[in-house]
């Protein structure tokens, strides 16, 4: 009975952790990733104040942290860092593959505060889409120049409404990695509080297996 109750368990957390991990990849698809023009520089980044839509507020940070390839490609290493989170601070590092007009996860490293960093199995990098658009412009209306002040300061942004209806982004290409200033979606709202120009890696310690025990959420 024990056994099986640990089994059980097991099989609840993974599912948590596979949960989370979609969670964390389904934020960045409705706010940044989509609604963007990517633009990635080594050592930049943005913060942000997530709003969904039952008022509770995440802190995310959005950070390049290095270059690579996969397959010849350009391969960006992206640090998003929430915190505010049911699990506590979390800081998910993705290899992001730059495939013509698209993009992808390669490779992900997960880690929980207080936690070794894991290495995700490739099977959960999928959980967010294989592929999505590096630049809206071919997905959105541009609805022409507005001017935005946010906590992080005033912008002369370009406004665009997706095509799909699922929100309204406002952006600038002196914000990197995807000049995202505003976005307001059906569910969530991010503004931008602080632009990076200091990023660096806040991944500490060598990745170790993914292993979902480690993703209780803490005591």
């Known amino acids: 009975m024990r056994h099986a109750k640990r089994i059980a368990i097991g099989a609840g957390v993974a599912l948590l952790a596979a949960a989370t991990v979609g969670a964390q990849m389904g934020m960045m698809r409705q706010g940044p990733m989509p609604q963007g023009l990517f633009n990635p520089v080594v050592g930049s980044g943005a913060q942000y104040e997530m709003q969904s839509g039952d008022a509770r507020k995440t802190a995310m940070e959005i950070d390049v942290v290095g270059k690579d390839t996969v397959n010849g490609k350009d391969a960006y290493w992206f640090e998003n860092t929430m ?3 049911p699990m506590g601070s979390m800081v998910m590092k993705m ?18 505060q207080g936690r070794p960093p894991m290495e995700m199995p490739t099977q959960m990098g999928r959980m967010g889409g294989q592929k999505h658009a590096a630049d809206i412009r ?13 906590p992080a300061g005033t912008f002369v942004c370009e406004h665009y409404r997706m095509k799909d209806g699922s929100g309204e982004a406002w952006l600038s290409e002196k914000v990197s990695p995807y000049g995202l200033i505003k976005f307001q979606g059906r569910n969530t709202t991010m503004v931008l509080t602080k632009v990076v120009t200091d990023a660096k890696d806040k991944i500490t310690g060598t990745p170790v297996p993914f292993n979902p025990m480690m993703m209780q959420p803490p005591q």
Do not use: K, W
């Open 138 to 150: 071919g997905q959105a209306d541009d609805l022409g120049s507005e001017t935005v002040t946010t």
């Open 95 to 112: 290899l992001m593959v730059q495939d013509g007009g698209d993009l992808y996860p390669s490779r992900m490293i997960m880690q929980m």
């Open 83 to 85: 915190s505010g989170t």
